[in-house]
């Protein structure tokens, strides 16, 4: 059965910005994914960057469990900052899904396995104008800052894996806010057309002075034993970024993913 339509942005949190971001170097910090509405904790996750002349080269995140052992991993490389390279797994049902190179030179295939047993299904990653990715959401918002915080609204092409096909998006600030002592854009992420009614949005939440992401409020990938997509609301504390070394990125890519012993 398809699982319903879900992006997976909360592995958006960190904007490329000069005032935060070292020329070269790594950056960690965590976070908790907490039940819409709610106290409840559902997942943890910790992130390390590496950073190139000030842009962001590659991210890996590990998803935790209560005890903060890792049971999901995606890895995410930016070679195309829009569309980049990117793999997801979850060891708790065996969902994958993510963006490689293809077989042929210059060619990109768009891969999904909605659990363990079932067969990978792929296609060509879709050739489309202006087309957006996972993380490559963050980067969207950086290069149309001005045009959305003065009102407009944007469309914008987003890929769906688990479809293997993009979807029509509107991208639009909602409101300012104050989150962490700060000024905050809140921007909403939504279909388009009459999905758009029907379907939740979701709201990302950029710090004003150096556009750093602090709260994603959405559905998630992942989801509980029961196959329910998590409706989470994970904040970034922006005191949580800190400077790291290459051994945390070998670290993260080498750390070992399983199943929780209970749920996340």
Not at 61 to 77: E, N
Request: hydrophobic share 40%; net charge neutral; aromatic share 10%.
């Amino acid at each position: 059965m398809q699982r319903p339509f879900v992006l997976l942005l909360s592995a958006l949190a960190f904007s490329a910005t000069a005032a935060a971001t070292p020329i070269d170097g790594y950056l960690s910090y965590s976070s908790v994914a907490r039940a819409r509405h709610s106290t409840e904790v559902l997942y943890g996750e910790q992130h390390v960057l590496r950073y190139q002349q000030g842009r962001i080269a590659e991210r890996v995140v590990l998803y935790t469990c209560r005890d903060g052992s890792a049971f999901a991993r995606k890895s995410v490389s930016y070679t195309n900052a829009l569309v980049p390279d990117f793999l997801f797994e979850d060891t708790s049902n065996g969902m994958r899904e993510g963006i490689r190179d293809g077989a042929t030179p210059g060619s990109r295939v768009v891969f999904y396995r909605e659990r363990s047993g079932d067969p990978e299904r792929s296609g060509p990653l879709p050739s489309v104008p202006g087309l957006v990715a996972d993380a490559g959401f963050d980067e969207f918002v950086l290069r149309n800052w001005d045009m959305l915080t003065s009102g407009q609204t944007l469309d914008m092409k987003f890929l769906l894996p688990s479809r293997l096909e993009d979807y029509g998006f509107q991208v639009q600030r909602l409101r300012g806010d104050l989150m962490q002592g700060a000024p905050t854009d809140v921007f909403r992420l939504r279909l388009s057309g009459i999905w758009g009614w029907f379907l939740p949005g979701i709201d990302v939440y950029y710090r004003t002075s150096d556009h750093l992401m602090v709260r994603y409020d959405g559905i998630s990938d992942l989801h509980d034993a029961a196959g329910n997509n998590y409706k989470t609301t994970i904040d970034f504390p922006v005191e949580e970024r800190k400077t790291t070394t290459a051994q945390a990125m070998l670290d993260a890519r080498a750390a070992a993913v399983a199943p929780c012993r209970t749920s996340p």
